[in-house]
């Protein structure tokens, strides 16, 4: 089992939906959650973290972390072509150590 | 305020060679992580660097090690490249622990051939 599992993707939304991106750990000890957005030929970009239980609202962007269900989802409403990217979930469970899933492919269609 | 800096940005190297690349972090940061990325394995976490000493490593064979100096940059050598080390190769900083996320440089994009 992977530490860090994601939607294998490709998900692909229609502009001014939600998109809804999920992923799982394994490592209950885990203490901070993170979701970054990645563009073709660029590197990772920290969009969203979180470390309790619950929501966690920035704009167009919602983290959601449920630790006993080892649960972390990313929902991002009212897509734009512009939110077409990579995003990689990423979990520390070690001060300095992040593990990073193998990240899910959103297309957001005009 | 200047990002995470990363030198060079190519490299096209021959099998048996070293390589040596180079991570300057944002200011104030002392915790300098370094991943590889590949296509079929996503982004692999090497090791990570807080105050000149290893914090944490990854599961890579000896050939991979780095170093930080004293003013938070930090190095990563490849020895005896191997074609299957061809990859992008990504610096991370962070204040101190990373819980609140790292801020990565543009990468390394290594070529052995």
């Known amino acids: 089992q992977k530490e860090v599992e994601q939607n294998s993707g490709p998900l692909s939304v229609p502009e001014g939906a939600i998109a809804s991106l999920n992923c799982t750990y394994s490592?209950?000890?885990?203490?901070?959650f993170f979701w970054y957005r990645q563009y073709s030929g660029k590197s990772p970009e920290l969009i969203m973290f979180?470390?309790?239980?619950g929501d966690k609202e920035d704009g167009r962007f919602t983290a959601q972390l449920n630790k006993a269900s080892q649960y972390v989802s990313l929902l991002i409403r009212d897509s734009q072509p512009s939110d077409s990217a990579t995003y990689l979930c990423?979990?520390?469970?070690?001060?300095?150590?992040?593990?990073f899933g193998d990240g899910t492919t959103l297309t957001v269609k005009p | 305020k200047a990002g995470v800096t990363q030198t060079p940005r190519y490299l096209i190297k021959t099998r048996g060679q070293q390589v040596t690349l180079s991570c300057s972090p944002i200011?104030?940061?002392?915790?300098v992580s370094w991943y590889q990325q590949t296509p079929g394995q996503g982004l692999q976490f090497l090791f990570e660097?807080?105050?000149?000493?290893?914090?944490n490593k990854g599961n890579f064979p000896g050939r991979f090690s780095g170093r930080q100096f004293s003013n938070s940059r930090s190095e990563m050598n490849v020895s005896t490249l191997e074609l299957g080390d061809s990859a992008l190769y990504l610096c991370?900083?962070?204040?101190?622990?990373?819980?609140?996320?790292?801020?990565f440089g543009s990468g390394t994009r290594l070529t052995v051939v």
């Open positions: 200011s104030g940061h002392r915790s």
């Open positions: 991370a900083s962070s204040l101190a622990t990373g819980e609140n996320g790292y801020t």
């Open positions: 979180i470390y309790s239980n």
């Open positions: 660097y807080f105050s000149e000493t290893q914090r």
């Open positions: 490592d209950r000890g885990s203490q901070s």
């Open positions: 990423a979990v520390n469970a070690n001060a300095g150590k992040s593990t």
